[in-house]
């Protein structure tokens, strides 16, 4: 079965400072999509960011990049500037693109923001 | 444009009793899925639907079932609730232009 790892199950990051959640996947597929989201305390669950398979550019929103390695089937996540709100659960999850459209995802990694 | 709403917010069942658990979305998206998540873990996939009137377990379907009769809404059904089933349940559909999935504000559930 497909799996998506995230190897960091908490995170600490100053507030201001750069922090990386790292993420691997093993899909077998030629065309996927990755994403990240965040879980707030809240709950609810938050589209950070969306990476295509077959774009090599690594895709970026505000503060928020990620590091697209395909060979390596690495996906991570670069939170720049780091602010309190930051603070969340974040998940890499996968959608293979063969029919099934079943999201992958990781278990998830804690963020803290330290003031 | 409410997006995925999911009721109720929460409830306590007793172990063997019922409820459904509603979800609507009003995108008209073809894809909705069905989740779990337990305290401090992942999403686990119980059902998911690619249209009205198709459905298809995920990898934790065993004590559920879910009926697809318009796009809109996808309920969730718990038989013969077990306090195994205790778990935040989310909602979710997506977007077939950009596959991005719109989560419901989840249904905190306790079997006791």
């Known amino acids: 079965a497909q799996t998506v790892t995230q190897s960091q199950p908490e995170m600490s990051v100053q507030e201001a400072e750069t922090v990386t959640l790292s993420c691997t996947y093993d899909t077998s597929e030629s065309d996927y999509y990755l994403f990240w989201y965040k879980q707030p305390p809240s709950r609810q669950m938050i589209l950070v960011i969306r990476q295509e398979a077959y774009k090599q550019q690594n895709a970026t929103e505000n503060r928020f990049s990620v590091n697209f390695q395909k060979a390596a089937k690495s996906f991570s996540l670069k939170i720049s500037d780091s602010q309190l709100g930051d603070a969340a659960m974040y998940f890499c999850a996968e959608l293979p693109l063969s029919g099934t459209y079943k999201y992958i995802f990781g278990t998830g990694t804690r963020l803290k923001v330290l003031a | 444009n409410a997006g995925v709403t999911q009721t109720p917010k929460f409830r306590i069942l007793k172990i063997g009793q019922s409820m459904t658990l509603q979800c609507a979305q009003d995108?008209?998206?073809?894809?909705m899925y069905w989740y779990r998540q337990d305290p401090g873990m992942g999403l686990k996939l119980i059902y998911y639907?690619?249209?009205?009137?198709?459905?298809d377990k995920g990898e934790v379907p065993n004590g559920y079932n879910v009926s697809r009769s318009t796009t809109e809404d996808f309920p969730l059904r718990l038989e013969l609730a077990a306090p195994s089933q205790t778990s935040v349940y989310f909602c979710a559909s997506s977007s077939p232009l950009n596959y991005e999935q719109y989560f419901g504000p989840g249904t905190r559930l306790t079997v006791t």
């Open positions: 995108m008209n998206h073809n894809y």
């Open positions: 639907s690619v249209g009205a009137g198709i459905t």
